[in-house]
């Protein structure tokens, strides 16, 4: 492994925790987990899981940057970096194309721009409420009983979307009852949940502006049912992540992408 340089990034989210390890920009191995009451133990073991897959051990890591909602507990971590400055580097090294990012996680939502270089232009963020987040949907999902990965194709059977009036998770709960209770179909109902979580999030996208190319980053991007209302909701065109990389590990890869910029400076004294 001597002159190949690996990175890793450890993403610890309010609902998902993801380790990523990286050699020479290129992905060896990734692992995403459920986040939990000890973030420090978690990120740990996310961490030594994707080593353990990427077939290396700790000790050939030059440089570990840890990031997300718990990075303060990323105790080996060589330096902690904001989830915006790697969502929009991890975005990046995927598509140079990229200028506008939204994030949509377990429970914030953020919108980031970036100019012509990559860097960073402006962010506007969503973490006061659940409306706009990921949660907004494990919680209706939940209601519906179906599984938040089936919500994107059912979706796509919707023939008479349901309106969701209410912006707040708990009140748009009860209309949820309300709509199931009235014969609504599950799809209808679905559709209108996306679209209620569109104008939400459309609001963040305003703030920072929208400049071509958009992509969608964190869980939330996997929902196609979301795409297509936001699509919709911003007229634009969404260039899908997904056909080259799990959206959801994009703040995991900036963050291995920071780390492997960093290395050489103050990461490499400790790596040595
Ligand atoms: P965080 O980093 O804030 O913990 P993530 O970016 O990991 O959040 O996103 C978690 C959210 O992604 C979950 O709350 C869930 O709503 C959504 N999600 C996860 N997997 C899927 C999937 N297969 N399809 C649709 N949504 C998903």
Redo the contacts with the bound molecule.
């Keep these: 492994m001597r002159g190949d340089i690996i990175t890793a990034g450890v ?1 610890i ?4 925790s993801k380790s990523l390890v990286m050699m020479d920009g290129n992905i060896l191995a990734y692992v995403i987990g459920p ?1 939990s009451a000890n973030p420090a133990r978690t990120a740990g073991e996310v961490y030594q899981e994707s080593c353990k897959r990427a077939g290396i051990t700790e000790k050939d890591v030059a440089c570990v940057v840890g990031t ?2 718990g990075r303060a507990r990323v105790t080996f971590a060589h330096e902690n970096v904001s989830e915006i400055s790697c969502h929009a580097a991890g975005a990046y090294s995927v598509m140079h194309e990229v200028r506008t990012i939204i994030d949509i ?4 939502c953020k919108a980031i721009s970036l100019d012509n270089n990559g860097h960073l232009k402006n962010f506007a963020m969503n973490d006061k409420c659940a409306a706009g987040t ?2 907004f ?2 919680v209706m999902s939940r209601v519906l009983e179906v599984d ?2 089936e ?2 194709a059912l979706d796509s059977e919707s023939q008479r979307p349901a309106s969701i009036s209410n912006v707040c998770s708990v009140f748009a709960e009860s209309e949820v009852i309300n709509l199931i209770n009235e014969g609504a179909s599950v799809p209808d109902i679905i559709r209108g949940l996306h679209n209620s979580l569109t104008n939400r999030v459309s609001v963040l996208v305003n703030r920072v502006g929208l400049n071509a190319d958009l992509v969608v980053t ?3 991007a ?2 196609k049912g979301v795409i297509r209302a936001l699509s919709e909701k911003l007229g634009t065109r969404i260039t899908s992540l997904e056909s080259r990389i799990d959206p ?1 590990i994009i ?1 995991a890869l900036g963050a291995a992408v920071v780390a492997k910029r960093k290395f050489g400076k103050e990461c490499a004294a400790e790596a040595i």
């Excluded at 989210?13 to 998902?16: A, D």
Aim: hydrophobic share 15%; charged share 20%.
């Design positions: 993403d989210g309010s609902t998902t986040s997300g909602y996680g377990g429970q914030d990921g949660r949907l494990d938040i990965s919500l994107g964190g869980g939330v996997k929902n959801q703040g």
